[in-house]
C-alpha cells in the first residue's frame, strides 16, 4: 500500500497550495523511444525533511539507453541529486531523487524538474516553515486533478481539533459547504482520526477547496477538473451478491469485494454499517486491482452495509452493497409508495410509507426518515396484527447550489426501505389559474361557484393556496399540490351577501404566480314580488265536498321568488303551498279543502295570498238540508 498523509503547517489565517501533481513551465517528456515522466513527490514536507520526487523512464524501443537523471530545484537551476538509469528495451524504470530542504521559516512554493537530456518534467512543491506547524495531516496532495462526476474524501487532522474533531469547516471557491459534525463525522474521526468532506466535482474547471479548522487555520487544495483526470475507483464484484443479507444473533457472514482503480492505484476500503453510524472496519488495499474483505457479526436489522473505496489520490466510490435481514419474521414490513420528489431545493420533500404489521401480535414502533447519513424525521405508530397503515414522513430541504440526488431510507425496528430522491437547485414551480365556468347570475344570498383549471408549468410539485376573491375580499380558499406538467380543475364558492339591487363585480382566482378574473350578476332581492290573482273555483258544491281554488302567481321581479302560498277561509289556512317562480314570469296554483258538512246553504269569502299580496272571492257551498 502506497498510503500518503501529507504533512501540513501553516500560519493562522493563511492558507496554503503544494502540488503532488500541479506543473508549471515547459515539459517535454518524449523523445523517439524514450519518455520521462514525473509520477509522485512526498511533498509537502516539514523544512530539513527530505524532499523526495519520483520519476518514471519508459523505453518503447528495442536495445537498452543509459541515461543519467538529474534533480534540478528551484528558479535557479540547481542540480541537487543525481542518478543513473538503464532501461532496457520494451521496458520501464522508476528513480527516486530527493535532497534534504532548507530550514526555512515560513512556508514556500518553488518548482521542482527532473531532466535527462532534452526530456523534461516539473511539479510545483511546498515545504512548510519551521514557524508555520498547525496541521498533522492532510490527504489528499493539495492539488489534484479529476475528471468530471468524481466525488473526493477529504481529511485533515490538527492539533486544534483535540480528542473528538468536528470543528473543521469547509469551502468550496468561497462559498460555506458545511461542517464536519454528525454521527458519521464523529465515528470517521475516533477511527481514521481525521475531519473529513465528501464533494462531487460535476464540472470541468479549477476549483479550490478550503478546509478551516476550530481557531482560524486553513489549508486549501487545487481541483482540476478534466476529462484526462482521475476518475473514482469502481466495485466490480460482491461476494455474497448484493440485496438482503439474513444473520442470527450469533451468526458472522464474510463480506469480500473486487475492486479497481486503473489510476492512482487504490488505498483502502472503509466499511460502515448505516443507521447504527458505526465503521465497521477498514481494509488497506494496493495497486488497480484488489480484493477486500471483512467479517461482520452484527444482526442491527434493515441497516445498510456500505462501502467506501478511496485511491491514492482521494478519489471514492461508495456504494450500498448490502441491508442486514435479522434472522426470523419481521414483525412491521415497510414499504415506500410514492414522493413528491423532484422538489425545489428549500422545499418540502414528503414520503409516504405503507405498514404492515406481518407479525401475531399488536406492534409499536418508531418510524424514521434517514436523508443520506441525517433522520430527518419520525414517528412512532400502532398497528394491529394483519393490519396495514399508511404514513407521510418528510422534512424541508437544504438549499443547494447545485441539482443533487441522495438515497433516504424508511426504517422501522424491523425493516427498511430506500429510495433515490432528486433535489433541484434553480428550479421552480408555476401554477397557471384559467376561470372556466361560474354558476351566475344568481339570487342575493344564493352561493356563487367558480370553476378555474389549475396548470403546473414549473419542473417541481407546487403546493399553493388557490384563493377566491369577490371585489377586494378574499372570500374562499382551498390548498392543492399539482405534479410538474399536469393540471386540475378547482371550485370555489360562496354565499353572496343580500343586495337589494342587481349587482356586476369581477371575481378573481389567485394562485401565488398567476390569476384570472370573471365578471358575475347577483341579483337583487328587493326587486322580487309575488303578485296574487284568483282565476276560478268549483263553487257551488255541496256541503262536505272539495272547494278548490285555481290563483295566477306572478313574479314581478327580476330574480326567483321563494314563497308559502294560503288559503284562508275566515281566519283558518285550509290549505298552503311552496312555490318558486322565475323573475319576470307567472304560474298557476290549484289550493282547495273539504268543505264542512252544513244544514243550510252559505256563502263566505276565501282568500288567496302570497307574502306580498293576496286575491279575495265569494263562494257559496249548498246544506244539507
Known sequence: MHRRRYLMGIGTGIGVLVSADGRAGTTTRNETDLSLWVLETNAPVDAGDVLEVTARLDNTGSTA????????????????????????????ETVTLGYETYPVERNVRFPVTVESGSLVDERTVGVFGTDDSTFDYVSPADEIAVQPGTTVLFEVDSVALGEYGGETSWSLDGDHLGRSFGPWYAEYYATAGADY??????????YEMTATV????????????????????????ARPSPGTL????????????????????LDRVVWWLGHAD?????TDVDGTTATASTTIDSSCHGCPIIAWVIDEEGAVASEHLWT???????????SILE???PVAAGEFLEVTVELENAGDTETTQDVTLTAGDEQVDAATVTVAPGETTQLTLGYETYPVQQDVEFPITVATDDDAAHRTVTVLADADSTLDVTILDANDPVAAGEVLEVTARLENTGAVTATQTVRLVAGDEQVASESVSVAPGETTRLTLGYETYPVQQDVEFPVTVTTDDDADDHVVTVYGAGDSTLDVTILETNEPVAAGEFLEVTARLENTGSVDATQTVVLVVGDEHVDTLSVTVPGETATTVTLGYETYPVERDVEFPVTVASEDDADERTVSVSGTG
Open 65 to 92: 539507453v543509459s541515461r543519467d537523471v538529474f534533480l534540478v530545484v528551484g528558479d535557479d537551476r540547481d542540480r541537487l541529486d543525481t542518478a543513473s538509469v538503464t532501461v532496457d528495451g520494451g521496458e520501464t
Open 197 to 206: 468532506w465528501q464533494h462531487t466535482f460535476e464540472s470541468p474547471g479549477t
Open 214 to 237: 476550530a481557531e482560524g487555520y486553513t489549508t486549501n487544495w487545487a481541483v482540476h477538473v478534466t476529462s484526462e483526470g482521475n476518475a473514482a475507483p469502481t466495485i466490480d464484484d
Open 246 to 265: 439474513t444473520l442470527t444473533d450469533d451468526e458472522t457472514a464474510d463480506l469480500e469485494i473486487d475492486v479497481a482503480d486503473s489510476a492512482a492505484g
Open 278 to 282: 458505526v465503521v465497521l472496519d477498514v
Open 324 to 334: 442486514i435481514d435479522a434472522i426470523g419474521e419481521p414483525t412491521l414490513d415497510v
Open 339 to 341: 414522493t413528491n420528489a
